[in-house]
């Protein structure tokens, strides 16, 4: 089993920053891939960014430029660097831990809600 354990959220006013930062612990063995995913009120989950062992990233295009995903592979914990929000970045964001390549098992942080005030 994989627990994630996720730190960080608030409400920040626009312009603001807030830095992410999640745990894993457990069978931390064949990781793929770790990253963040958010879910706004009636919204689906969507991708935020993602980090994989080797170490290159994907953003959605909406975070691009103002989001940072980072990697501590020694300690099992990914970061996410948000600078300059937006009202529109508020939703609760979701660590994911992806293991194994074409069998694949993802795993979910309990979530960390995330306010950015006009």
């Known amino acids: 089993q994989v627990q994630l354990v996720e730190s960080g959220g608030g409400l920040v006013q626009a312009g603001g920053s807030l830095r992410l930062s999640c745990a894993a612990s457990?069978?931390?063995?064949?990781?793929?891939?770790m990253g963040w995913y958010r879910q706004a009120p009636g919204k689906q989950r969507e991708l935020v960014a993602t980090?994989?062992?080797?170490?290159?990233?994907r953003y959605a295009d909406s975070v691009k430029g103002r989001f940072t995903i980072s990697r501590d592979n020694a300690k099992n914990t990914v970061y996410l660097q948000m600078n300059s929000l937006k009202p529109e970045d508020t939703a609760v964001y979701y660590c994911?831990?992806?293991?194994?390549?074409?069998?694949?098992?993802?795993?979910w942080g309990q979530g960390t809600q995330v306010t950015v005030s006009s």
């Open positions: 994911n831990l992806r293991k194994g390549i074409i069998n694949t098992n993802d795993y």
């Open positions: 980090i994989r062992s080797s170490g290159s990233t």
């Open positions: 457990g069978s931390v063995s064949s990781i793929n891939a």
